[in-house]
């Protein structure tokens, strides 16, 4: 790699963290500065679209606009994440902050969000530059894409639940969360066209059925949206071969005892909080 490698390299990374730094210290801010005691659900989904519009466009110029077409499903995933991950802080931390703890809290979650862009921001980058040449981070990006699809499952079911949408529109837009953000992983990870529709589905029926069975019982979202979380994890490693599936049956049999444990503990503390 020559210097002139060297310097854009870090000039992106410089870019990166800028933008990911400054997306969370906003929304530290804006929580902490909040006037109104609790924020209108229109309001969080208008804030959510904002960020996902500033970190689209922040890639772009992060990458000095040099980018593909494909690029733009990658831009378009680490954006798809501030947005989900606006949507959890927003209504996680909805009402106006009164106590220094609180806002401590806020911060500490904060600092691990931040975290989280700027390794979605990283994986973005390294799809984007494997697109122009071919570098061996690209195997570490796709285990980044996987990582952040499964928090976009936890921060998405969480926050359609916290709104209270009637079923007609909850269950539709949940399963359409969970085809999207799937299929932009697989995509991420090069899945064969033959493949890719029918594995997308059955990923986000896997954990729409889980969905399913927990989340009429109680009102304990943060445990509920644990579940189909989990479901996409197995549903992802079955079907691409990977880590438990690709190794032995026990491991296999440990996962879905794992499953069932959470599931049936997430029931009972449900149950409990009504």
Known sequence: MDKTDINTDNEKRGKLLFLAGGISLAIFLSKVLQGDEAVLNWHVYMDGGIYFLISFIGLLWAFNFQVKFRSILYIFQSSFFVFSEILFVEFFFSQKFNRIYE??????????????NYVSFLMANVFNVDLFKKIPLAHVGKTSSYLISLLMIYFLTFSFLVVGFPLYILLPLILLSYILVALLHYINIGMESRELWRKTLLTAIVSLVLFLGVFLSGNMHEVTSIVP???????VSMVTQEQIFRKTSLSFTFSMFLLLIIFFVSIILNIASM
């Open 229 to 235: 979380a989990l479901g996409y994890y197995l549903a």
């Open 103 to 116: 806002a401590v809290i806020l911060l500490l979650l904060l600092i691990l969000m931040f975290i989280g």
